[in-house]
């Protein structure tokens, strides 16, 4: 991600992060703790991944693991942003457009909003939709080089909460990854145009506010 973006992605976070721990209004009627609204959560997660469409990334293995932060913008809306790394290792016996490269180590850096639901104390849903960039790093025997691109994605986990701040949660996630590759033309959605589904499994940390 270079400095003009990163620059972007503070000018934005930044103040609505702290809008984010004054504004919070009276809590929703399914939250945990009805005196302590829910302010802020972490999520960690492991997941695999799968190619949706004939692109380079479906000769690959997909598996990673990711990193999650959530601010209660509103007691239903949420503000967060998301790191993840995808490891792909070349699938076995296999030769084709992607010559030697044996191994592709993928950086993915995003924002996104998301409506959260809360069916009773325990079960929830979170809905998600954002942007984001990434960074593919190609491996292969004698070389190694990177190739960035953008990203938006669509979001929907399922949670459960264990106590008022531990909770587990199912995700699945669809990622489309766009790239600017001079290819021939023939050859240039294989390249620049990956559709993904990544499922996930992981654990969340609530944090209230207390006393509102």
């Known amino acids: 991600m270079n400095s003009v973006t990163k620059l972007l992605f503070f000018a934005i976070f930044f103040p609505l992060l702290l809008n ?8 929703h009627r399914n939250q945990y703790v009805a005196t ?22 479906e000769n690959f293995s997909k598996s990673g693991f990711g990193l999650d932060v959530n601010w209660f913008v509103m007691p ?5 942003g998301e790191y993840n790394v995808t490891r792909g290792n070349s699938r076995e016996n296999y030769s084709g457009h992607t010559g030697s490269i044996n191994r592709i180590t993928s950086h993915y850096q995003g924002l996104h909003l998301g409506y959260y639901h809360a069916f009773n104390k325990e079960w929830n849903l979170h809905n998600v ?14 070389s190694r080089f990177t190739e960035e691109g953008n990203s938006l994605m669509l979001e929907s986990a399922l949670g459960y909460r264990i106590d008022r701040t531990a909770a587990i949660y199912l995700k699945a996630t669809l990622r489309w990854d766009r790239m600017e590759i001079k290819t021939p033309q023939v050859l240039d959605d294989y390249f620049n145009k990956h559709s993904l589904l ?10 209230q506010n207390p006393n509102g």
């Open 198 to 207: 990544l499922i996930s499994f992981g654990v969340r940390l609530h944090l």
């Open 76 to 80: 239903f809306l949420t503000l967060g």
């Open 20 to 27: 984010a721990q004054d504004s919070i209004p009276e809590p």
């Open 36 to 57: 302590d609204p829910e302010t802020v959560f972490f999520e960690g997660e492991f997941f695999r991944g799968y190619s949706l469409n004939n692109s380079s990334w």
């Open 129 to 142: 939709a954002g942007f984001g960039v990434f960074q593919n790093i190609n491996r292969a025997p004698d």
